[in-house]
């Protein structure tokens, strides 16, 4: 295992609630802003105040050192407060995602109470206008209390911190994309040790750093970008993925306004940024961004390629680009290109990346090439490895299974030994990602489960439902699949409804 350094001897501490202690010390914060960049500012002394008055009224109602305490609410001040009220009472906070419209209810809170029941969570906080919901319409058979009546307490006396680095800090729950969703289990000490990376490899550091995210806290992606944000003491600005949604453009002028140096998304969220440059060109300033992360998703050439051509009209740089790799099992990072060079594509055959396949490289505009990002080398203290089916590790260029091992990879899966004894052997993490290395870094190229083979070629999903998805009309929400036991594939969609009205639920 490569060297790496310790949350304490980085931040003088290994546990969320000290964490947060310590930046309360300086004068940086949270700038929450919605889809029209109003603001509502939440310094870190704040936060760390109100923490402490959450974690006294979760003690009267009888929450305990290790309790799940669940949380279903969007990105707000009062959100926040909360969730870090539930680490300072020395409990385990459990984000769900909560519906977005009236039509999504009943499908999602039937899901949201079979993951209640998993966690065997002790109390659910929601945000103040789902409290009526949850109490008339939906049923949830465990103690709920409001975002608002958490916050509204006025003793400043919490408890003090027994929290230990090792005690656990966190349940993940998986995407559930490729199978039942499952909780990650992450300590303290894991979850920090990622944070010290995303602050020595993203975070740009100096007194002028500012990181930008709309990304949801229920998504490893958004919650330890928080983290990080707030162990290293620099100035946020969050938004809501709904707010961000509602206005993709807000995004990219939030990024001017606040000279945002650092922001990690998903794709599809740049293809946006550069399609709002070219239809609305405006009075924007991108000189100051250090690092645009590329995660969660396949990262496209032609929407990097679009952004940063778009984007150096306004003084983006070409390598602030930053592709990475990581999975909830591993915290989030587990692998991240350079952010002082310009990222690197790998042209390769399309029919040469199966299994125990050489990746081949090919002319970048020849028919049948496929451009894949590199994601860089293994981040401080993360080992990574290809593997065959039969565990043997493969050399470069030849594609495998993604192993990973590290310090902030999980203890396992939440009361699920099955599932764990699965994924974790001999100290590595199988991850069902297919890749390979390179000496510039890793390369991924699907999912060992997806690949889907037609005629001796290998289909993989994903870039099929891109392509589905950017047709005029048709839903983002597509999906590939092979039909069991022939050599098909079937790409389904759904036309795009158009919407007089929608009600958006669920914001503080």
Same mark, same amino acid.
């Given at each position: $295992?490569?060297?790496?350094?310790?949350?304490?001897?980085?931040?003088?501490?290994?546990?969320?609630?000290?964490?947060?202690?310590?930046?309360?010390?300086?004068?940086?914060?949270?700038?929450?802003?919605?889809?029209?960049?109003?603001?509502?500012?939440?310094?870190?002394?704040?936060?760390?105040?109100?923490?402490?008055?959450?974690?006294?009224?979760?003690?009267?109602?009888?929450?305990?050192? %290790?309790?799940?305490?669940?949380?279903?609410?969007?990105?707000?001040?009062?959100?926040?407060?909360?969730?870090?009220?539930?680490?300072?009472?020395?409990?385990?906070?459990?984000?769900?995602?909560?519906?977005?419209?009236?039509?999504?209810?009943?499908?999602? $809170?039937?899901?949201?109470?079979?993951?209640?029941?998993?966690?065997?969570?002790?109390?659910?906080?929601?945000?103040?206008?789902?409290? %009526?919901?949850?109490?008339?319409?939906?049923?949830? =058979?465990?103690?709920?209390?409001?975002?608002?009546?958490?916050?509204?307490?006025?003793?400043?006396?919490?408890?003090?911190?027994?929290?230990?680095?090792?005690?656990?800090?966190?349940?993940?729950?998986?995407?559930?994309?490729?199978?039942?969703?499952?909780?990650?289990?992450?300590?303290?000490?894991?979850?920090?040790? =990622?944070?010290?990376?995303?602050?020595?490899?993203?975070?740009?550091?100096?007194?002028?750093?500012?990181?930008?995210?709309?990304?949801?806290?229920?998504?490893?992606? %958004?919650?330890?970008?928080?983290?990080?944000?707030?162990?290293?003491?620099?100035?946020?600005?969050?938004?809501?993925?709904?707010?961000?949604?509602?206005?993709?453009?807000?995004?990219?002028?939030? $990024?001017?306004?606040? #000279?945002?140096?650092?922001?990690?998304?998903? =794709?599809?969220?740049?293809?946006?940024?550069? #399609?709002?440059?070219?239809?609305?060109?405006?009075?924007?300033?991108?000189?100051? $961004? #250090?690092?645009?992360?590329?995660?969660s998703e396949p990262t496209r050439v032609a929407v990097i390629e679009d952004f940063t051509e778009t984007g150096a009209r306004y003084g983006l740089r070409p390598e602030a680009i930053t592709p990475m790799y990581g999975l909830g099992e591993a915290t989030l990072s587990v692998s991240m290109g350079d952010r002082f060079k310009p990222m690197l594509w790998d042209h390769v055959q399309r029919d040469n990346l199966a299994p125990g396949d050489i990746a081949t490289a090919a002319a970048r505009d020849a028919a049948g090439t496929r451009a894949l990002a590199v994601c860089g080398h293994a981040v401080p203290g993360v080992d990574l490895s290809i593997i065959n089916e039969g565990g043997a590790q493969l050399p470069e260029r030849v594609v495998g299974e993604v192993c990973v091992r590290g310090p902030s990879v999980m203890t396992g899966y939440w009361q699920d030994p099955g599932s764990t004894e699965e994924v974790l052997r001999d100290g590595w993490l199988r991850t069902g990602d297919l890749g390979y290395l390179t000496p510039d870094g890793l390369v991924v190229c699907g999912r060992l489960k997806d690949m889907i083979i037609v005629g001796g070629a290998n289909l993989y999903p994903e870039d099929y439902e891109y392509v589905a998805a950017g047709v005029s009309g048709v839903a983002p929400t597509c999906a590939a699949f092979a039909v069991a036991d022939t050599e098909r594939m079937i790409v389904a969609v759904e036309a795009e409804p158009v919407k007089l009205f929608e009600a958006v639920l669920f914001e503080n």
């Open positions: $295992m490569t060297d790496y350094t310790r949350p304490e001897d980085l931040f003088g501490a290994a546990t969320v609630p000290e964490i947060v202690e310590l930046a309360a010390v300086g004068r940086r914060g949270i700038m929450l802003v919605d889809s029209e960049l109003r603001e509502t500012p939440l310094p870190y002394s704040l936060l760390a105040a109100s923490a402490r008055r959450v974690a006294t009224r979760l003690a009267r109602l009888g929450v305990c050192q %290790g309790d799940r305490v669940a949380l279903v609410s969007s990105t707000s001040a009062r959100f926040l407060l909360c969730l870090f009220g539930v680490w300072r009472a020395g409990a385990v906070p459990v984000i769900l995602a909560p519906p977005h419209r009236l039509s999504d209810l009943t499908h999602i $809170m039937a899901d949201v109470r079979r993951r209640l029941d998993h966690v065997d969570a002790r109390y659910v906080v929601v945000a103040d206008s789902f409290g %009526g919901f949850v109490e008339k319409r939906v049923g949830i =058979n465990r103690p709920v209390v409001t975002c608002g009546d958490l916050v509204a307490g006025r003793d400043d006396a919490a408890p003090a911190i027994f929290t230990q680095p090792d005690d656990l800090a966190y349940l993940q729950f998986t995407s559930g994309t490729t199978g039942p969703a499952k909780a990650v289990a992450l300590t303290h000490r894991q979850m920090l040790t =990622n944070v010290v990376v995303c602050c020595e490899r993203l975070l740009v550091e100096g007194e002028h750093s500012v990181h930008l995210s709309w990304a949801p806290l229920y998504h490893d992606l %958004g919650l330890i970008a928080v983290l990080s944000g707030i162990a290293s003491g620099i100035r946020m600005v969050l938004q809501s993925p709904e707010a961000f949604l509602a206005a993709p453009d807000s995004w990219l002028d939030a $990024m001017s306004r606040y #000279r945002a140096t650092s922001t990690v998304t998903p =794709n599809f969220a740049y293809g946006l940024a550069a #399609r709002s440059m070219r239809q609305r060109p405006r009075d924007l300033d991108l000189s100051a $961004m #250090r690092v645009c992360g590329d995660g």
